[in-house]
């Protein structure tokens, strides 16, 4: 009797490993919700702090839980000396998402709590985090430019703070709200490449900040939350508008993918695009200047070209890119940005994981050599 061969998902494609009560995409509607909510109503009316709450607790805080999540928050955010003498010490070579995932593991190390793995400690442990990481992203993004780092004013909220500590002051509230409206929608995104990793990594017991290390290395992958740095330096390579069909067609017969098009999940266009190119039409009108109109034009120009020609939809990455190029961001800090929102679907599904673990451990379907023996060996 011969075996039956195994069903092989590469890359897990279709597969469901676990439920979740975080988020989900609605197929029928194309909608992603947050605990039921719709990701673009959010967006549209909830700060990225009340986001957080309801991600980590499950609801939208009232009145004075958001106040006392902020105040929090707020205290949270300053580095100590040794955190500053870290990141003094690592090369400006290194990518930020090297500099981010090495600060994680150091706040691991750091930690004086003991794990015993109750609830009340993540919680702890995820806030921290995402206090910490906009301090850790703005400093080193003055570094390189070789500023001296700004410290964080709790004063502002979370969005307006970061600019702060980027640029030492904060932009008009229509960019800042751009910006919020991206990190809104950055936030969760179900078993992503990067939450999966950050279960998996969760699954054997290990802790927070180990799994928290692991996902910002899955996040920093062009096919991932990389793609929205590869679509800013694919938008420059290609300069001109009128060189967009050109372009596409070279990349496409050199079997090369375009970035910030494409997703596992949507296939008919991605939920939080259209929210997010609202944002980026308002930054570009007010910029009101030729060379932002320019990229605007051959932003659009390359994402008609891409449907045209493959069908293809653009992702978050696509106007995300771009919007964090007009706010005044380096381009290798926009995955870093990508963390600071997603660390709150993160440390959720990490805590989500706990709560019913199962390890995670699938099986291969093994194609090498048959078993044979070692040379010399009797
Ligand atoms: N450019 C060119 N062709 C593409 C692209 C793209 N961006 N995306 C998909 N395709 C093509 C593939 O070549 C493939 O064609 P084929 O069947 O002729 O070989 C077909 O569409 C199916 O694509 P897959 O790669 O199998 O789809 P998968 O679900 O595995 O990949 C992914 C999804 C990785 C996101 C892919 O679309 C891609 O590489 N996109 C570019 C990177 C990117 O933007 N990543 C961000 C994802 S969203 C996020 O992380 C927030």
Redesign the pocket.
């Known amino acids: 009797m011969t075996a039956t061969a195994p069903e092989i998902h590469r ?1 897990l ?1 279709g597969v469901v490993v676990d439920t979740t009560e975080i988020s989900t995409v609605i197929q029928e509607t194309n909608s992603l919700t947050y605990r039921g909510y719709p990701v673009q109503d959010l967006a549209a009316r909830r700060s990225f702090e009340e986001v957080a709450h309801l991600l980590w607790y499950g609801e939208l805080p009232d009145e004075g839980q958001l106040r006392a999540f902020r105040a929090r928050e707020r205290a949270l955010r300053p580095l100590d000396r040794t955190t500053w003498e870290l990141l003094a010490r690592l090369p400006e070579t290194c990518h930020p998402m090297d500099v981010l995932r090495t600060a994680v593991s150091f706040f691991g190390a750091e930690d004086p709590t003991e794990d015993d793995g109750s609830l009340a400690a993540h919680r702890a442990k995820s806030l921290t985090l995402l206090a910490k990481l906009p301090t850790v992203v703005a400093a080193d993004q003055r570094r390189r430019r070789g500023l001296d780092p700004i410290p964080p004013d709790p004063g502002l909220g979370y969005a307006e703070n970061f600019f702060h500590m980027c640029f030492g002051s904060v932009p008009a509230p229509e960019v800042v709200r751009c910006f919020e409206i991206s990190l809104t929608l950055y936030a969760e ?1 179900s078993f ?1 490449a990067s939450t999966f990793t950050a279960r998996v990594v969760t699954s054997t017991l290990s802790d927070l900040y180990s799994a928290v290390t692991a996902a910002i290395g899955a996040l920093k992958g ?4 990389g ?1 929205n740095e590869a679509v800013m330096h694919m938008l420059l390579e290609i300069g001109d508008p009128q060189r967009a069909q050109a372009w596409l067609d070279e990349a ?1 017969a050199s079997k090369r ?8 999940v949507y296939k008919h266009g991605d939920s939080r695009v259209p929210i997010m190119q609202d944002a980026l039409d308002r930054l570009v009108a007010r910029a009101a200047d030729p060379e932002v109109t320019r990229l605007a034009t051959l932003h659009a120009a390359l994402r008609d070209a891409v449907l045209h020609r ?1 069908g ?1 939809h653009p ?3 696509y106007p995300a890119g771009l919007a964090y190029h007009l706010m005044g961001f380096d381009i290798p800090a926009f995955t870093p940005i990508f963390v600071l929102s997603r660390i709150t679907g993160w440390t959720a599904h990490i805590t989500e994981q706990l709560a019913h673990n199962a390890l995670i451990r699938p099986l291969a379907s093994y194609g090498g050599p048959g078993q044979r023996a070692v040379p010399g060996a009797a």
């Open positions: 890359g494609a995104h992503n062009p096919l991932h939350g793609a496409l993918k375009i970035m910030g098009f494409g997703h596992r493959k293809i992702n978050l990455d």
